[in-house]
């Protein structure tokens, strides 16, 4: 809003020249989404805790540890997307369709997730609404989404799929692009969505993958640094660098509140709209194998439940004491900031090796 308000003014006068600058936008996006997170975390906290008296229902086949969690309310994600939103349309170019595509997700996602949190909350169970309505619902968004990213896409981008590490290449997937690019939205939200099962465990890497596709997106929505490092550019993506500063400080707000020990979890509400958003970057920046590697961390969680049920159904024996992966390493008996902080390492370096591809083309 303050960009188009603001930058036509730049002529007459010069400090609204910093409205043009991007980098500026990004960095202001953050300070905004943290400031706003810091100054509603305490009162939303305070909300929630009334309406759970109990907190969030803890599983009663789940770690023996979490038990002493019970009373902690969920639905903290509200906050995060409180902070996200506020700063998205306060920073953003409003006249950029992918800004309000990745909204879209974002809220949608978010709603998903607080039906599912409502659910648990007045059933006083662990599980929420049904696997199968919930998917559908969170199919439905990603579908909406991906049709309008494909119309504001130019051809050939529009339905194609670039290959890390390869150069001048592009993969048409024709219209089973449609099927692919919901599948990475909504399996990058149920991915986030496992991972989030400690205190700080997925907000952190979330943070990180933030960061990554912020560069990702400033580099190819700019001609002159796309073609630098070979890759496909997209016209107006740049302008996601924003989303991403305003989700990287709505994190680290949210981080304040959910550190050990939490006084909030983000519940389905956070996990499933953070997920669904990076996912819906991915597809606009045409990177959606590289969020397979910056955000490994959660495809390792996921990985780590599929083979546990595949292998229970099939041989009746179980590959991990516990799935998702985190609950294995506490039933090993790893503290919970230790498996927490080891994550982090990791989600650290496989956004590295995500980043390399940039150069190694």
Partial sequence: ????????????????????????????????????????????????????????????????????????????????????????????????????????????????????????????????????????????????????????????LATTLALPFVKNFLLDLSWFFVPFAIFVIVGASNSVNLTDGLDGLAIVPVMIAAGCFGLIAYVAGNVVFSNYLLIFSVPGAGELAVFCGALVGAGLGFLWFNAPPAMVFMGDTGSLSMGGALGGIAVVTKHELVLAIIGGLFVLETVSVIVQVGSYKLTGKRVFRMAPLHHHFEQKGWAEPTIVIRFWIIATVLALIGLATLKLR
């Fill in 1 to 156: 809003m303050l960009f188009n308000l603001l930058a036509p003014l730049a002529d007459q006068f010069i400090l609204f020249n910093l409205f043009n600058s991007l980098t500026f936008r990004a960095g202001a996006a953050v300070v905004t989404a943290l400031i706003v997170a810091f100054l509603f975390g305490p009162r939303v906290i305070g909300w929630l805790r009334q309406q759970q008296p109990e907190g969030q229902p803890i599983r009663k086949d789940g770690p023996a540890t979490h038990f002493k969690k019970a009373g902690t309310p969920t639905m903290g994600g509200f906050l995060i997307l409180l902070a996200i939103i506020v700063s998205t349309l306060l920073w953003a170019d409003l006249t950029n369709g992918y800004v309000w595509a990745l909204l879209l997700i974002t809220v949608g996602f978010g709603a998903i997730g607080f039906a599912d949190d409502y659910q648990k909350l007045t059933h006083s169970k662990s599980k929420g609404i049904p696997a199968q309505a919930r998917l559908l619902a969170e199919i439905v968004v990603a579908g909406i989404a991906t049709f309008w990213i494909m119309r504001l896409t130019p051809e050939p």
